[in-house]
Structures are given as structure tokens and as C-alpha cells.
């Protein structure tokens, strides 16, 4: 994980969201300009979008309440270093940080 990858988790706390699009979207324009600035530790994959998007799909409908999910299972089932364990794992802590079920 680069220094600023680091800041980014470390800060989510001060991010408000209202909803996991919200916070997919504004994940999404963190890690892109992190990408263009050359400051990611990984490239983001055409596979690695689909698992995220995949998982993305299922931490909507828990937080529409029609689904329960251990949230720590979405990231952990990849390998830390992935692109995807980072993005999921930053998308749980800024929905649970502001979503409240």
C-alpha cells in the first residue's frame, strides 16, 4: 500500500456519504485520480472490476436490508494486497461510517 493509498483509508472517516452508490462512486474518483497520478500500488483489472462489481451488488442489498452479510467476508475472501481487497475493504468502512442499515 503507497503512502497515499494510506491517507485515503485513513481519512474515510471524514467522508460523508448517504448511500453505498455514493460511496462506490466516490471511491471510484479517489482511486482514478490516484491511478492517473501513478500513487496506486496495483492496476485495476478488467477481472478485478468484476469481483468488485460483484461484491458491490450483493453490499447494496444488505444495506436495502434484503440481504445480511458479514462485512468483513466481502474484502477478506481476496488477498490483501489485491486491488480488490483495498477497494472493498475502503467501500465497508466509508458505508459503515455513514450508512446505518
Do not use: W
Not at 18 to 24: D, F, P, T
Amino acid at each position: 500500500m503507497t503512502p497515499e493509498m494510506k491517507k485515503l483509508y485513513d481519512g474515510l472517516n471524514k467522508v460523508k456519504v448517504k448511500n453505498i452508490a455514493q460511496a462506490y462512486d466516490y471511491l471510484g474518483n479517489e482511486i482514478n485520480g490516484l491511478d492517473m497520478a501513478h500513487q496506486l500500488s496495483f492496476e485495476m483489472t478488467k477481472e478485478a472490476l468484476k469481483n468488485v462489481n460483484k461484491e458491490y451488488k450483493m453490499l447494496k442489498k444488505h444495506y436495502k436490508g434484503k440481504l445480511n452479510l458479514n462485512l468483513e467476508n466481502v474484502y477478506s475472501k481476496f488477498p490483501e494486497e489485491s486491488e480488490e481487497y483495498f477497494f472493498l475493504k475502503c467501500l465497508v468502512t466509508l458505508a459503515e461510517n455513514n450508512i446505518q442499515g
